[in-house]
């Protein structure tokens, strides 16, 4: 069934709360493991059911925000998921205490019981009022970046929609675009500011009430962090910035002589050629078409997957006005169907999206495949990205498709931009970390805690009198900072990951590929450490680990920087 014909119905949602209710309650009286096991897969039909309709809603809500149906729809969702889930975790209260736990074990895994462990750390009923507020206030955000109506050399753009404006070979064009898209920002200054501090103080609220002093604990169990924590995070960040700050140093120095601007600024960075980055070459549906080719010729396994998306015209990637900022991939349970979001902008981006997203989706595609529960169909979400963040990379190969007599600039400047990534990743993550420690911070205060790491991070920025960049507020164009606290660091512990994936691929590309193949095939059955060590690689927690990786990459990229 193809996208736009799956039907939707507003699910009763406080039915399915009630009747989550007796399946806890029937779990508590199970005489057997068998018994559980059915609980809980009946459990897991109702779940794909409500989860089926959130989906669909969601979706149809971020294609046209200004769609009042689905908006009242979202909005319906963001009142009554929070029940539900509260209910969905005193079932998984109700499995965890039974006596015939041991058979959830020995039918999934053990990891099973540990995901389960850590959901009902993460929530209580007590929270649902706050859930609601901070789901409203999380929307509220979105609505807003989804309204940019930019002015812009007589035109009006979005956000999306400026982004070729601000890697434009002319300077005066790229800085003009990062002023217009500053003065949107600025234009709204209160409302980030007010928006954000409801957050800080909500979700500290939440942290207090189930035993916290701060959210940063909350948050990293609501991201189901099995096999690290936060003290691997912080050795993870401080890895970058000892070893791989210094080289993307070094690249950001050969990319301003590259394109001839020895004052170097922040407008001059998303320019990585002085005669134009790379673009794809064609309309949206023929960089499609080529996804499809490149996919069908990757693997017999990608191939199904890819004709299983376009059949059923699992895509929306076209900006346009009103539609939702960003990218993302989701899974209608109900119809076993990854969907893929996006904004196509006619830049770069536009094919990562076919690599980065499709990821995730073909991820997705294989869990389906299998009789998993919705609990295991896919690992943490640090891991989720180790699928759509290798594809990037093992795609290679087919990139030609898309940029032709550009691909040797796609190949360089893509390899760049991960890597020089990794020290933003680190300072979104210790900016949240930082501000979650001290929720009283003002707005302005805030703001110079970003200035100031900067400094630690990225320290070649030169925001010079940008609007809304130089006050340290450009934070806030970043979705996750707003509506998925410490998911960020989740794409450094990827990337790492990745980079060692397409190093081993220039050595033995289907190795590379079958291990790739091997730790995707896992789905959500083993943790980020035991899913790292199963393709043989190495976390970025290892001393050391980030410095080879790093001196390994440029050593590539100096072989390849012929421009």
Same mark, same amino acid.
């Given at each position: ?8 119905t507003r699910p009763d949602i406080a039915a399915a709360a009630k009747a989550l209710e007796k399946l806890a309650a029937d779990a508590k009286r199970a005489k057997s493991g068998g018994e ?54 005193? &079932? ?82 790229r800085k003009e675009a990062f002023e217009a898209e500053g003065g949107f920002f600025d234009e709204h200054r209160e409302k980030l ?323 790739? &193949? ?35 990459? &440029?050593?590539? &990229? ?6």
């Open positions: 069934m193809k996208f736009e014909e799956m039907p939707y559980l096991l059915q609980v809980f897969e009946a459990a897991g039909r109702l779940q794909d059911e409500i989860g089926t309709a959130g989906t669909l809603a969601s979706v149809r809500h971020t294609v046209d925000t200004r769609d009042a149906y689905y908006s009242a729809e979202n909005d319906y969702f963001d009142e009554q998921i929070p029940l539900f889930s509260d209910r969905v975790l005193s &079932l998984y209260r109700a499995l965890l205490a039974s006596p015939h736990r041991a058979a959830l074990d020995e039918a999934h895994g053990p990891i099973l019981g540990q995901k389960l462990e850590v959901a009902v750390k993460s929530s209580d009923e007590k929270l649902i009022p706050l859930q609601q507020e901070e789901n409203a206030l999380e929307t509220e955000y979105e609505k807003l970046y989804a309204s940019a109506r930019i002015p812009f050399q007589g035109r009006e753009l979005t956000v999306a929609q400026l982004g070729p404006y601000k890697q434009h070979i002319d300077r005066a064009t500011d007010e928006l954000y501090d409801k957050m800080v103080k909500n979700r500290t609220e939440q942290a207090r009430l189930m035993g916290f002093d701060t959210f940063t604990p909350l948050g990293d169990i609501r991201m189901e962090r099995l096999g690290y924590t936060r003290k691997e995070i912080v050795a993870c960040r401080e890895e970058v910035a000892l070893g791989i700050v210094p080289v993307a140093q070094t690249l950001y120095e050969r990319q301003a002589r590259r394109i001839g601007v020895p004052d170097f600024a922040f407008y001059d960075v998303p320019l990585a050629f002085k005669d134009g980055n790379p673009t794809p070459k064609g309309s949206p549906e023929e960089i499609l078409a080529a996804g499809q080719k490149m996919y069908r010729a990757l693997s017999k396994e990608t191939a199904e997957f890819i004709d299983f998306m376009m059949e059923r015209g699992l895509f929306d990637v076209l900006a346009k006005p009103g539609k939702a900022p960003g990218g993302y991939c989701t899974y209608i349970a109900g119809y076993k169907s990854p969907f893929i979001f996006s904004n196509f902008n006619g830049t770069a981006g536009d094919v990562d999206v076919l690599t980065h997203e499709a990821g995730h989706a073909f991820a997705a595609y294989l869990a389906s495949g299998r009789d998993l529960p919705g609990e295991l169909r896919s690992p943490g979400l640090e891991s989720c990205e180790i699928h759509s963040m290798s594809m990037e990379f093992l795609t290679g190969e087919y990139h030609g498709l898309f940029f032709k007599e550009d691909t040797p600039k796609y190949e360089l400047s893509h390899a760049e931009d991960t890597l020089t990534f990794l020290p933003y990743g680190c300072q979104v993550d210790e900016f949240q970390h930082l501000v979650y420690d001290q929720p009283g911070l003002s707005p302005q205060q805030r703001c110079e805690l970003w200035l100031d790491l900067e400094k630690k991070y990225r320290p070649w920025n030169d925001f010079a009198d940008l609007p809304f960049y130089s006050r340290g507020a450009g934070w806030q164009r970043q979705l996750h900072i707003y509506t998925s606290p410490f998911y960020y660091i989740d794409y450094v512990l990827a990337q790492a990951v990745a980079l060692q994936f397409f190093l081993a691929s220039q050595r033995d590309f289907e190795d590379a590929w079958q291990r790739y &193949l091997r730790l995707t095939q896992k789905a959500g059955t083993e943790d980020y450490t035991g899913l790292v060590a199963s393709a043989g690689l190495r976390t970025p927690f290892e001393p050391g680990v980030m410095r080879q990786v790093g001196q390994e990459m &440029l050593h590539w &990229l100096e072989a390849k920087d012929r421009f």
